[in-house]
Nanobody, 124 residues
Framework: QVQLAESGGGLVQAGGSLRLSCEAS????????RAWFRQAPGKEREFVSA????????YYSDSVKGRFTISRDNGKNMVFLQMNNLKSEDTAVYYC?????????????????WGQGTQVTVSS
């Protein structure tokens, strides 16, 4: 099973930007869609964005659409999340995962191989 490792989180002021990275432990991950989720304290894990195996298709939650951009580099086994115009409500632990269900899903149970997460804190 592929293992994922997130990085790039940190503390940023509202309106600032961060770029998260997710590295896979093996090249076979390139066959699968990938996604980012986030979980704020006391809240359920929620979908942020997903990208197809070839990077040609993406979808986003309404709360981040227009501010976040997901991308991938299969040659480096990496997926990225560029986050711009960050808001305090974006504060959460961000996780990457492999899409195991149907394209377009936003349900936690349709994703697997979760990483350990990276903390993003946005100060207002």
């Amino acid at each position: 099973q592929v293992q994922l490792a997130e990085s790039g989180g940190g503390l940023v002021q509202a309106g600032g930007s961060l770029r998260l990275s997710c590295e896979a432990s093996e090249g076979t991950y390139g066959r699968y869609g990938r996604a980012w989720f986030r979980q704020a304290p006391g809240k359920e894990r929620e979908f942020v964005s997903a990208i197809s195996w070839n990077g040609l298709r993406t979808y986003y939650s309404d709360s981040v659409k227009g501010r976040f951009t997901i991308s991938r580099d299969n040659g480096k086994n990496m997926v990225f999340l560029q986050m711009n115009n960050l808001k305090s409500e974006d504060t959460a632990v961000y996780y990457c995962a492999v899409l195991q269900g149907g394209w377009g899903s936003r349900e936690v149970e349709d994703f697997g191989s979760w990483g350990q997460g990276t903390q993003v804190t946005v100060s207002s």
